[in-house]
Each structure stands twice: as structure tokens, then as C-alpha cells.
Nanobody
Framework: QVQLVESGGGLVQPGGSLRLSCAASGFTLDSHVIGWFRQAPGKEREGVSCSSSSDGRIWYADSVHGRFGISRDNAKNTVYLQKNSLKPEDTAVYYC???????????????????????WGQGTQVTVSS
């Protein structure tokens, strides 16, 4: 069964850190582009970070650049999103998504919410509050 499962969300104080995990089953993540997206209450879903397996390129949204880091552990078939210096505005449900690389599109373009990823996780809630 093809599946993506996120974990690692929770409640954290401003300035704190969390690491989200996205574990895949039924396919190998190292042959796919991985995207992390988030959706805050009352707001549209937005791309946070995407990682391309084919050329190793990574893209971050300006709002998280320098604070978040995406990484892969191919042996565990898992992708991580390390989130540091968290702010209340980072509060959202975070989703991971996966798709085959598209040679016609940059990793930034594949991090746009309009891109239709094949696989999605169920989401994990992150709340940043004191």
C-alpha cells in the first residue's frame, strides 16, 4: 500500500524547535521530489520546502529560509523537516507530498500549491504558542 505518514507535530513555545518526519511505504522516496506544505486556519495551503532527488536541489519559502531544513534518510525511506526558531505564525497543519521528478519544472515550481502531487500524507498539527 502506497502511503505517506507524517509525525513529530505538537505544541512548542516560540523560539523552540521541532522535527517533522515523513515516512513512505510502498515506494522509495529517493526517486521522488518531496514537498512540505502547510495550511494555517483560514489561510491557503502554501509550500514550505521541497527537495529534488534527481539533482539534489532544495527550495525554501522566504518565510522559513534559514530556520527550516529539509533532509532525507534513504535507508529509513523518510524525509525530515527540521524547524528551528519557531514563530507563532508557523502554526499550521503540515503535510508532506511526493511525486516523480518533472524535468520541465524547477524544484521551486514543484513547491507551488498548484502542482498536483501524486502522494500526500494526512498532516500533522504544529502549534507555536506560549
Amino acid at each position: 500500500q502506497v502511503q505517506l505518514v507524517e509525525s513529530g507535530g505538537g505544541l512548542v513555545q516560540p523560539g523552540g524547535s521541532l522535527r517533522l518526519s515523513c515516512a513512505a511505504s510502498g515506494f522509495t522516496l529517493d526517486s521522488h521530489v518531496i514537498g512540505w506544505f502547510r495550511q494555517a486556519p483560514g489561510k491557503e495551503r502554501e509550500g514550505v520546502s521541497c527537495s529534488s532527488s534527481s539533482d539534489g536541489r532544495i527550495w525554501y519559502a522566504d518565510s522559513v529560509h534559514g530556520r527550516f531544513g529539509i533532509s532525507r534518510d534513504n535507508a529509513k525511506n523518510t524525509v525530515y523537516l527540521q524547524k528551528n526558531s519557531l514563530k507563532p505564525e508557523d502554526t499550521a497543519v503540515y503535510y508532506c507530498a511526493a511525486d516523480k521528478p518533472n524535468p520541465l519544472m524547477s524544484v521551486q515550481a514543484m513547491c507551488d500549491v498548484s502542482y498536483e502531487y501524486t502522494y500526500w500524507g494526512q498532516g500533522t498539527q504544529v502549534t507555536v504558542s506560549s
